[in-house]
């Protein structure tokens, strides 16, 4: 399956920008120089440009800093070994402590290198992805929100609060960079499946873009962490005398409209070339934003659309894995148990692929496709439906308004179960023994909600309950499963991880004006290559959808005439990868 392998995709995308990468980064050459306006002990306390104790004695002496550091230079190598070993060593002893207790200390040695020396946590993250995304991503990035305001020691990224209405336009220029090309904007609504975490949300831009360095080879001094402040509902959080954020409700209506419209304005004043992508917004505003800006700005909603493209190719991969033609996607019964921005995104995504391959109205083709919400199944019987869901209201008369989710699956028999619910373990055992019976030889599970304890079910528990033969994918990461039958119950990971960095990076390198269906579609369509095929991919659609205006040197022109392969060239040769450049000090 194609989300399976991140170590894989995230080192072959090193791999590539090493050996195709521009003479600044090829490692075996020597990087280019690296301009720096500062000297002395302000260098070693900027993250951007600390080498620690692997400043060259020339350097030392040209920028100053002869005597800051002991005397001997350690060289990159070394230094990487030298956290490598720390971590191992921690991970020794913490042995036998509570899985939080371990994830929240690792997660403290990983920040404090992402806090004094950015090259080399790059490369700690490149290399080691597989080990580090669960705590710089889901789940343990949902710990850290829940207690954030705990573990705060520095500030990373800006915070634009409602107390700043009127003020946003000059205090985008605090930020230190000059260019900015990936922003990822939260407002803290809805974080992971863990609810409102108010201004404590800010760890998920973080990890985002954590990702996008790590897999897109986005450069990390280019990228911009936003929380948008506009108070939290969240009454554990308004009571705690250490949070950080405002102690007000959150504002509501045009109230809170005016203050994203006034961030908007702002971040594309002072960077027009960015694209910002919306996290974790809750669904109401998640769709009206993406509604407001997305004809206006360079800008994509993750939940709704990135989600959207991963679980279709989940889906696809599916009917491949079941033996059969993917023309065969369009017979497929889906299930599809959570209406909000995830739920309701996938759902119009995969019913629109239907359309599309079966040459059918949309309506038409929803007839395979069941939400279910909190209140049960949704049926045009329902009181006061949501205009997003009523595309997809069945006939109560097919199955009763308000089914529970295992009434639908005993009478639907689907082919996949999907989640996207945020509720933990509604996938229980009833629920996966009735997936025993569906129609399909080989059905899917997919678990998608995150953290780990909001999953709607286990991989361990679904391989149980509902046969060995299934197909399983989750959000956040689960081990494989050991099977009686002495064969191994693989697990997928489902999570807009594998697109987002593909999206944000072909869309950047285009200098398209907006992100379009068909880029987003493109990105879907070959997720199970490495991050700069999905890039590619968006940048020919882009050209295609005749919304190029290039970036940096390279025109619209330019981007039109290359070819495919031409193309991912130029999406890996600008991707950054980490490693000590010299530094030229500049006044
Ligand atoms: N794997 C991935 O890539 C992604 C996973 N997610 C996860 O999906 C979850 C939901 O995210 P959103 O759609 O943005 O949230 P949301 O709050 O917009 O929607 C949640 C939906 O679940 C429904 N629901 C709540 N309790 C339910 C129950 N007991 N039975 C059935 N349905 C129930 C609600 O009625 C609502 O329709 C979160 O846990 C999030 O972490 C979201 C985006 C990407
Ligand atoms: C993965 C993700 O975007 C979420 O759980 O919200
Ligand atoms: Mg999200």
Redesign the pocket.
């Known amino acids: 399956m194609m989300w399976r392998n991140i170590a894989g995709f995230s080192k072959a995308a090193a791999a590539a920008a090493r050996t195709h990468g521009s003479r600044r980064y090829l490692s075996s050459a020597i990087p280019g120089p690296c301009i720096v306006h500062k000297r002395g002990a302000d260098i070693l306390h900027d993250p951007w440009f600390n080498k620690d104790t692997g400043f060259p004695l020339t350097e030392r002496d040209r920028l100053g800093l002869r005597g800051l550091l002991p005397p001997r230079v350690i060289s990159f190598e070394q230094q990487y070994a030298r956290f490598i070993e720390s971590f191992r060593s921690l991970e020794r002893n913490t042995q036998g402590q509570p899985d939080n207790v371990v994830s929240l200390a690792k997660w403290r040695i990983l920040n404090r290198l992402h806090d004094r020396n950015e090259t080399l946590y790059y490369r700690v993250l490149i290399d080691n992805i597989k080990d580090f995304a669960p705590i710089i991503y889901t789940p343990t990035v949902g710990l850290v929100c829940q207690n954030y305001s705990g573990l705060y020691r520095r500030p990373r990224g800006m915070y634009f609060s409602a107390k700043d209405k009127g003020e946003m336009m000059s205090m985008i220029y605090n930020w230190p960079a000059h260019q900015v090309d990936m922003i990822v904007i939260t407002d803290g609504s ?1 974080i ?2 863990l609810g409102d975490l108010g201004v404590q949300g800010i760890g998920i831009p973080i990890g985002k873009l954590d990702m996008y360095v790590a897999a897109a080879g986005i450069n990390p001094q280019r990228v911009l962490p936003i929380m948008l402040d506009v108070g939290t509902n969240n009454q554990k959080l308004l009571q705690n005398p250490l949070y950080l954020g405002l102690r007000q409700p959150r504002l509501e209506g045009e109230e809170y409209l005016e203050i994203v419209d006034e961030f908007m304005e702002a971040a594309f004043t002072r960077w027009p070339k960015a694209v910002v992508q919306f996290e974790d917004f ?2 109401k505003w ?1 769709f009206e934003t993406l509604d407001r800006y997305r004809k206006k700005f360079c800008m994509f909603n993750d ?1 709704v659309q ?2 959207a493209g ?1 679980a279709l190719a989940g889906l696809l991969g599916t009917v491949r894995a079941q033996g059969r033609p993917l023309s065969d996607f369009v017979n497929q019964k889906i299930v599809v ?7 309701l995104g996938v759902t119009k995504t995969a019913v629109q692929a239907v359309a599309r391959m079966a040459g059918i109205s949309f309506a038409e083709a929803t007839k395979n496709f069941y939400l ?4 049960g199944l949704v049926t045009t019987e329902r009181s006061k439906l949501d205009p997003a869901v009523v595309p997809f209201a069945k006939n109560p008369a097919e199955i009763r308004e308000g089914a529970s ?1 295992v009434e639908v699956v005993k009478t639907v028999r689907p082919h996949v179960l999907l989640g ?4 933990g373990g ?1 996938f229980n055992e009833e629920v996966l023994k009735a997936m025993r019976e569906s129609d399909s030889c080989k059905p899917a599970i997919f678990a ?3 953290p780990t304890l ?1 999953a709607e079910c286990t991989a361990a528990d679904a391989f149980k309950h509902a046969g060995e033969n299934i197909v399983f994918g989750s ?1 956040s990461p689960f081990e494989n499963v050991q099977l009686e039958n002495g064969s191994v119950g693989h697990v997928n990971q ?3 991880m594998y697109l987002f960095p593909g999206i944000g990076l072909g869309t950047l390198l285009s200098g398209a004006r907006i992100v379009t269906d068909g880029m987003l579609l493109a990105a879907a369509e070959c997720i199970r290559h490495i991050t700069a095929e999905v890039g590619a991919a968006v940048l020919r659609a882009a050209v295609t959808d005749d919304i190029v205006e290039g970036h940096g040197d390279v025109g619209p022109r330019d981007l039109s005439h290359m070819s495919k392969e031409e193309t991912v060239d130029y999406i890996t040769r600008n991707m950054w990868f980490p490693i000590y450049s010299p530094l030229v000090h500049e006044k």
Not at 337 to 343: E, T
Not at 372 to 375: G, L, P, R, T
Not at 420 to 423: F, P
């Open positions: 809805r992971l499946g809750q669904a998640a939940d990135g989600t991963v148990v959570g209406a909000g921005s995830a739920g279910i919400d909190k209140d989710i996207l619910s945020g509720v509604i998608m909600s995150n909001n959000g489902a999570n807009n």
